[in-house]
């Protein structure tokens, strides 16, 4: 009985740490790139590793900003489902009429 009760135990035990782990497992980070295409259900972006990588969306997909072409993103990939794109705000590029303020 005492050895039943410590397999039990043992199971119990390993179950309950391999399920934060497998969760861990579902989201595989975070992607960031320029955005080649934005249509529809799907982004494509390229890395600054040179990869295009796609990605799929849905109702479920968090957009911050505005997606488009062009737009430098974030996104929070889970096996190629978009969880979450975040566009990054772009400085507007000097124009040379004003000089720059010094620090």
């Given at each position: ?28 980070g975070v992607v960031?790139g320029k955005v ?42 889970a096996k190629g ?23």
């Amino acid at each position: 009985m005492k050895k039943i009760l410590m397999l039990l135990a043992g199971v119990v035990t390993l179950l309950a740490v391999s399920m934060p782990i497998g969760a861990m497992e579902m989201k595989e980070g975070v992607v960031m790139g320029k955005v080649i295409k934005a249509d529809g259900e799907f982004v494509t972006i390229k890395t600054a590793e040179g990869e295009t990588k796609t990605f799929h969306m849905d109702k479920t997909t968090k957009i911050t900003g505005e997606l488009k072409a062009g737009a430098h993103v974030s996104i929070e990939d889970a096996k190629g489902h978009a969880m979450s794109v975040s566009v990054e705000k772009q400085m507007a590029e000097h124009t040379g009429a004003e000089p720059p303020i010094a620090p």
